[in-house]
């Protein structure tokens, strides 16, 4: 079947800090990966993704590649900001728009 | 980016009476809306997706006459918990992707606490 675990939070960060957040994924067939960030009181927002192995997505700073031998997308920022609290999601989706999302790290930047 | 609302964001009803949600598509036609419930500490999960105009595909366990859905227009999708019980307490989460993209757009989500 499918699904994605990812790490388990809350993580709490000094501003500046390097981030990284694991993810792992059981897929059959060719999934693309996502990365969503969810801020307080707003929906869902795509951060990143990748639609095929050794494919690097990235944006604001944040990055995660696509590692299909060991079925990982790990996010990773090189130094964190106070605005970048919020609660990250990682997901599959396989054919037919479905989508799979693990259960959520809540990330908490402090000054 | 696009944006998608719902309304309303939180609702408490009591144990029998039944709730609606809306989802709506704000700047673009959606012509496939998907609706997610999410556990406390768990992952989101698929409970249907509907495509305008048709009836809406229900994930294997999810009760269809108990989560009524309706897609009538490109940009509103309704999610109707009929005869909420306590157990349908639970953070209930759409999204909407237009016919020219593989895009989703999320809603901010629902809490629905049924005493």
């Known amino acids: 079947g499918n699904s994605v675990t990812q790490m388990e939070g809350p993580v709490t960060l000094s501003e500046e800090a390097f981030l990284t957040i694991n993810c792992t994924y059981t897929?059959?067939?060719?999934?693309?990966l996502f990365w969503y960030v969810q801020y307080p009181g707003e929906g869902l927002q795509l951060l990143l993704k990748?639609?095929?192995?050794?494919d690097k997505g990235s944006n604001k700073g944040f990055e995660a590649t696509y590692r299909k031998e060991t079925t990982s997308f790990h996010l990773e920022k090189g130094s964190v900001q106070v605005s970048d609290s919020a609660v990250y999601f990682c997901?599959?989706?396989?054919?037919?728009?479905?989508?799979?999302f693990g259960t959520g790290t809540s990330l908490t930047v402090i000054p | 980016g696009a944006v998608v609302s719902q309304h309303p964001s939180r609702v408490i009803c009591k144990s029998g009476t039944s709730v609606k949600i809306e989802c709506r598509s704000l700047?673009?036609?959606?012509?496939?809306m998907f609706w997610y419930r999410q556990f406390p500490k768990q992952s989101l999960m698929l409970m249907a997706t509907?495509?305008?105009?048709?009836?809406?595909?229900?994930e294997q366990g999810v009760e269809k006459d108990k989560f009524l859905i309706n897609h009538a227009s490109l940009t509103l999708s309704t999610l109707t918990v009929t005869s909420a019980h306590p157990e349908d307490s639970s953070f209930y989460i759409c999204?909407?992707?237009?016919?020219?993209?593989?895009?989703?757009?999320f809603g901010p989500g629902t809490r629905l606490t049924v005493l």
């Open positions: 999204s909407a992707k237009a016919a020219s993209t593989d895009t989703q757009y």
């Open positions: 897929a059959t067939g060719y999934p693309s």
């Open positions: 990748a639609t095929k192995a050794d």
């Open positions: 997901a599959l989706r396989v054919a037919g728009n479905q989508f799979y």
């Open positions: 700047d673009f036609q959606a012509t496939t």
């Open positions: 509907s495509n305008e105009g048709s009836k809406a595909t229900y």
